[in-house]
């Protein structure tokens, strides 16, 4: 069924089609909630809130105006800054550490696993310490494929404040990769 | 096209061609087949992405089953639920401003109703003997001397 077809159905209290909308679109909001958070225990409080808020509201979402993953992506970067602003986190991870075991994890070759963890290393702290803003811009543009236009909406920024966000994101992250071990190693 | 232009556009639309301005397209492929300094920021962008989508991202399967399983409010709008929504549409709709500005004159149109057809105790009629009573009290209070002294 159709997102819109789904979304009449949840309107009428059709648990049915909540269960469906929920597995289509838990990936890719979970993933964005993580890529702006940091840590697995905020992103499953903030994606079950976004699916809370999709059950309650579904009535005000309007086809016309935008696709429904865009209009789910609004509430979860909602839900993110109001997140990040109430608790006043850190720009770390508070799990931080925890993330680079993950990272370590998924490596097989030891050798070059100690090379790729200190470029990865740095790439996360650099990532981390983005602000929310830029991390968001990054995260829909890069890794959710979203067109700016898209993503400029779900930030409710204009089109030229998003590109210049992404812009010093991927700025500040390209010159934390220049100066990364490996590539300081060969310029040597 | 300059190398700066392209940096921008690397920095804005990545290195997918499908994300680049359709207008800049050829051009940007111009370039790089022909500009090492382009190749060259070219290859650092590449490496930035591939970088980027060598991050981890935990797998959410867990997740799924919690969000399934997590108790919804019920979906009852009442009526007073719906008569908000109604009145508040969503989405930034000048069209529909009527609809609050309406309901805001409610108030006043009720006061202006009750104003007009009931009294609350407050008695307005009056004898016209008293209302001559009091005319003449007034005109035997004016001091017709001062026209003498402002001629």
């Known amino acids: ?188 | 096209m300059t190398i700066e232009e392209l940096e921008n556009i690397f920095e804005n639309c990545g290195t997918n061609p499908t994300r680049w301005p359709a207008n800049r397209k050829a051009e940007i492929e111009r370039l790089i087949a022909l500009d090492q300094q382009a190749m060259k920021l070219e290859q650092e962008f590449r490496n930035l992405e591939k970088s980027l989508n060598q991050l981890y991202v935990p797998d959410f399967s867990e997740l799924e089953q919690v969000v399934l399983n997590q108790n919804l409010p019920p979906r009852t709008d009442s009526f007073f639920e719906k008569f908000l929504n109604w009145l508040f549409p969503a989405g930034n709709n000048f069209k529909n401003l009527w609809r609050p500005a309406a309901a805001a004159c409610i108030p006043l149109i009720f006061g202006a109703t009750l104003g007009n057809n009931f009294a609350f105790g407050i008695d307005i009629s009056f004898e016209e003997n008293e209302y001559w009573e009091d005319q003449l009290i007034i005109l035997a209070l004016y001091d017709y001397s001062e026209e003498f002294f402002y001629d």
Request: proline fraction near 2%; hydrophobic fraction near 35%; glycine fraction near 2%.
């Open chain 1, 1 to 188: 069924m159709e997102d819109e077809e789904l979304m009449n159905a949840v309107c009428k209290g059709e648990h049915a089609a909540y269960q469906q909308l929920v597995k289509a679109h838990l990936p890719s909001i979970s993933k964005y909630a993580y890529r702006i958070m940091g840590n697995q225990s905020d992103t499953n409080d903030i994606t079950q809130e976004t699916f809370i808020k999709l059950w309650v509201n579904a009535e005000r979402w309007d086809p016309k105006k935008s696709k429904l993953t865009t209009w789910l992506h609004r509430i979860t970067h909602n839900l993110c800054i109001d997140h990040l602003r109430k608790w006043r986190k850190n720009k770390f991870s508070e799990n931080f550490e925890e993330d680079i075991a993950d990272q370590e994890l998924t490596r097989d070759n030891e050798i070059e696993s100690n090379e790729l963890n200190d470029k990865i290393q740095d790439l996360l702290i650099a990532l981390r310490t983005l602000p929310e803003s830029q991390r968001s811009a990054l995260a829909l543009c890069h890794y959710s494929g979203f067109s700016n236009k898209e993503a400029a909406s779900i930030m409710n920024i204009s089109v030229k404040a998003l590109e210049s966000a992404i812009s010093r994101a991927k700025r500040s992250l390209r010159k934390t990769l220049m100066n990364a071990p490996n590539n300081e190693n060969d310029k040597a």
